[in-house]
C-alpha cells in the first residue's frame, strides 16, 4: 500500500466505481442529440465534458447546481439494516439529477448535461459493485427520460466525520428558442398560482426525517400507519421530473410568468423574490403521509410548512386567463394539478389559508409574523394551526429487531 493509500484515498478501490462510471458516460452520450447538442466521443479520456450546439437556432444556456442532503444518508441506513440487500441507489441517482434539473427548467432550459460529485469519507464506499451498479442505472434512467448526457463526474475521497457520501449534481440546460427563457420578473398581481403535486418527499427535509426517526424505537424502520411501508422506504420514493411537464407548456405557449420548485422552505419559498406580493394559498393538493406522520410525531405545523413540500413540488404562475388552459396540459403530460391560489400586491409573505397561517421568506424567519390561527384554519388535516408537544429527547432508546 503506498503513502497516499495510507492517508485514506485508495485510488485500487475507486477504480472499479470509476469504470462503471464509463460506461455510464458512453451509455448516455447520444441522449442530448434530441435537442441539438452533442457530445464528444473521447469523453471517456478527457478532463473536462466536450460538447457542441449544432442547431441554428439561437440559444442561451443555464447552469445549476443543487447538493442531495442527506437523503442518501437515509438510503445507506436502510441498505444496512434491510437483510435483502436492497441498495436503494437507483432512486438516489435520480434524486441527484432531478435536483438540479428541476431548478434548471424553471428558466425554461431543457436539460442536457449532467456532471455529478461524490464525495464520500472513506475509500471503501466505493468497492461496493453492486450500489455503484444500482447507482449507475438510476442516472442512465433518468438521463434517457429527459434528454440529458453524464459524460463527466467526480469520485472524491474527503476523510471527515461524517458518517456517509455528500452528492451533488450540476445541470447544464439548453434555451431555445430564446422566447422560451423564464425569468422572475414577469410575475404580478393578479396571477394564478397553480400547484402541481409531488412524489413525497423529494430532496428537502431529510435531516428531519432522521432526527425524528431517532426518536422512534425503531428508527427509519418505524412503520407508517396505513400505508405498508417503513418510514424510510416511502422517504426515499424517488423525485418527480418537472421536465415533461415545462416541455408541454412550452410548446403549447403558455405564458409562464414564473416557476418556483418546491424545495427549500417549503411554502414560504413562494415568497422568494424580493417584491412587494403577498401569495395567497386558498387550497392545497393532497398531503403526503409521510407529512402527515412527522405531524404526528410532534413536528409542529409551521415547521412542517417551511421545510417540506407538503405535496406540492412545483409552483406555475399563469394569467388568470390561461388556468384552464395550463390544467389541461398539465393533466394530458401525466401531472396532479390544480389552482391553489393567486398573487395579490400588499407585504411580501405567504399566507396558507387552510391552516391559517401566515409564513415570512425563508431569510425572514427572525421577523416571522404569528398568528392566532386557530379559528381561521379551514381543514381539520392541519390542527387548526395549533402546535403539537414538543420531540422526545434525541435519547430515547431505540432498536432495530
Known sequence: MNSYAKAGVDYTKIAGFKKIMRDLARKTAHFPQRRGVFVSGAITHAHGAIYEYRDKTPCLFVQTIEGLGKKNWIAERMYCFRADGKTYHRGIAIDIALAAVNDCIAHGAMPVILTDKIASPS????????????LAFGFEEICRMVGMA?????SAVIQDDYEYPIFSGCVTGIVTPLTNLITRDRIEAGDAII??????????????ILDVAATLKHDILTPIPRIGKSLGEEALTPTLSYVRLVEALLENRV????????????????????????????????????????RSCGVPLRDCLTTFNWGIGYYLFVP?????QTLVIGASAGYKLMQIGFVERGERQVIFEPAGEILMPPESVTEEKFRDSRATGKDPMFGYGSTTPPLPPSSTQKTFE
Open 255 to 294: 405564458p409562464l410568468h414564473g416557476i418556483i420548485p418546491g424545495t427549500g422552505g417549503g411554502l414560504s419559498k413562494l415568497a422568494i423574490h424580493d417584491v412587494p406580493y403577498t401569495y395567497v394559498v386558498e387550497r392545497s393538493l393532497s398531503v403526503p403521509k409521510i407529512f402527515l406522520f412527522m
Open 123 to 134: 475509500s471503501a464506499w466505493f468497492t461496493d459493485l453492486s450500489r455503484a451498479r444500482d
Open 150 to 154: 453524464i459524460p463527466q463526474g467526480e
Open 195 to 208: 400547484g402541481v403535486a409531488s412524489s413525497g418527499l423529494h430532496a428537502n427535509g431529510s435531516s428531519l
Open 320 to 324: 388568470k386567463n390561461n388556468v384552464e
